[in-house]
């Protein structure tokens, strides 16, 4: 979660992230917001829902 993200950011995870990741961006104007929460917690439950399937 960050509230400036690149190309740069998306290559590095993908390079050095040996798992799932996720770059959500923030806005800075008004921070952490439910939406926010709400959009970790399905990634959460999709990483637990693919762990189940496959």
Do not use: C, K, W
Not at 10 to 35: C, D, K, M, S
């Amino acid at each position: 979660m960050d509230d400036e993200q690149s190309e740069l950011d998306q290559t590095y995870v993908i390079a050095h992230h040996q798992g799932p990741g996720l770059l959500h961006h923030v806005n800075p104007r008004v921070g952490l917001r439910e939406n926010d929460f709400r959009a970790l917690a399905d990634y959460a439950r999709s990483l637990t829902a693919s762990r189940t399937t496959g």
